[in-house]
T-cell receptor, first 109, second 119 residues
Framework: EIVLTQSPGTLSLSPGERATLSCKTS???????LAWYQQRPGQAPRLLIY???RRATGIPDRFSGSGSGTDFVLTISRLELEDFAVYYC??????????FGQGTKVEIK | EIHLEQSRVDVRKPGESLKISCQAS????????IAWVRQMPGKGLECMGI??????????SPSFEGQVTISADTSIATAFLRWTSLKTSDTAIYYC?????FGDGFDSWGQGTLVTVSS
């Protein structure tokens, strides 16, 4: 079973700053099956990125994804107040199921 | 517009059975996968399993195999998640989510069903 490890656990930043979130997989995976989600308090998750780098419909271009192999990154170029939330990476793996990372909380510094 | 409508709250006692639902609209329900995702209080997301309603092909995550049953009824565009004997540890929010294909991500989510199991 592939394990997804996100870091850091918590990221404290100010509005306007750049956020860089990491997701490492325990084995090499296909970038085609790597996605990122945002979850605001009290809300359902929202798809941000799929296929490691493709923005979902309606997602602002300040969100970008990159990576390959075992290392993937979600970047938020300039944080806005609505971006302070928890972010999860997700993989569709060889065991034919989906796995999530444990999440990174982006909080206001 | 794609919409997944879930019942909001359910309260049960340990040992009771429960079936929650996720009614879809705005797309061809039969030919997209529906996933069930658990979020325990203050914790992260866990995918329980996925179903392809057209042929009821189901894949369970190992942690949930045998613990729950996923099903779907294409005539009413609704997916279900069922427990036969609830435990207090089943207390969580349960989301349904849609994906058209495995590489597309879960592009639409229900609002979640809060299940509380308490004596």
């Amino acid at each position: 079973e592939i394990v997804l490890t996100q870091s850091p656990g918590t990221l404290s930043l100010s509005p306007g700053e750049r956020a860089t979130l990491s997701c490492k997989t325990s084995h090499r995976v296909s970038a085609s099956f790597l996605a990122w989600y945002q979850q605001r308090p009290g809300q359902a998750p929202r798809l941000l990125i799929y296929g490691a780098s493709r923005r979902a419909t309606g997602i602002p271009d300040r969100f970008s994804g990159s990576g390959s192999g075992t290392d993937f990154v979600l970047t938020i170029s300039r944080l806005e107040l609505e971006d302070f939330a928890v972010y999860y990476c997700q993989l569709y793996g060889t065991s034919l199921v989906y796995t999530f990372g444990q999440g990174t909380k982006v909080e206001i510094k | 517009e794609i919409h997944l409508e879930q019942s909001r709250v359910d309260v049960r006692k340990p040992g009771e059975s429960l079936k929650i639902s996720c009614q879809a609209s705005g797309y061809n329900f039969a030919t997209s996968w529906i996933a069930w995702v658990r979020q325990m209080p203050g914790k992260g997301l866990e995918c329980m399993g996925i179903i392809y309603p057209h042929n009821s092909h189901i894949r369970y995550s190992p942690s949930f195999e045998g613990q729950v049953t996923i099903s779907a009824d294409t005539s009413i565009a609704t997916a279900f998640l069922r427990w036969t004997s609830l435990k207090t540890s089943d207390t969580a929010i349960y989301y349904c989510a849609r994906t058209h294909d495995f590489g597309d991500g879960f592009d639409s989510w229900g609002q979640g069903t809060l299940v509380t199991v308490s004596s």
